[in-house]
């Protein structure tokens, strides 16, 4: 029913940037939440950050707040995630992540019906 496409990871030093973009087709984005997750080798996928489509509300773990930024561009059906201040922990797939709209924060893997298929990014030190 809906379609992920994440882009934009890649290889950066630690103290960079990156910017990961999430394009949504197939429904609009306003009737989503949308999350971003990651997943570093030989850990589980863990949550990053979550964004309310209407009003554009964010929630960050604790690992990333400060220094990700969770966005989204109705016109272009898209979620980014800007991250700033890289750190080698910060290497992992990252997967955008929506479901049916819900007030609820929702910060669980199971809580999402629809995935991308991850881009990896790699954080050198």
């Known amino acids: 029913q809906v379609q992920l496409v994440e882009s934009g990871g890649g290889l950066v030093q630690a103290g960079g940037s990156l910017r990961l973009s999430c394009a949504a087709s197939?429904?609009?984005?306003?009737?989503?939440?949308m999350g971003w997750f990651r997943q570093a080798p030989g850990k589980e996928r863990e949550f990053v950050a979550h964004?309310?489509?209407?009003?554009?509300?964010?929630y960050y773990a604790d690992s990333v707040k400060g220094r990700f930024t969770v966005s989204r561009d109705n016109a272009k059906n898209t979620v980014y995630l800007q991250m700033n201040s890289l750190k080698p922990e910060d290497t992992a797939v990252y997967y955008c992540?929506?479901?049916?709209?819900?007030?609820?924060?929702?910060?669980?893997?199971?809580?999402?019906?629809?995935w991308g298929q991850g881009t990896q990014v790699t954080v050198s030190a």
């Open positions: 964004i309310m489509w209407r009003g554009g509300a964010t």
């Open positions: 992540a929506a479901r049916a709209y819900t007030l609820v924060v929702v910060t669980t893997i199971s809580g999402y019906d629809y």
């Open positions: 197939g429904r609009t984005f306003s009737s989503y939440n």
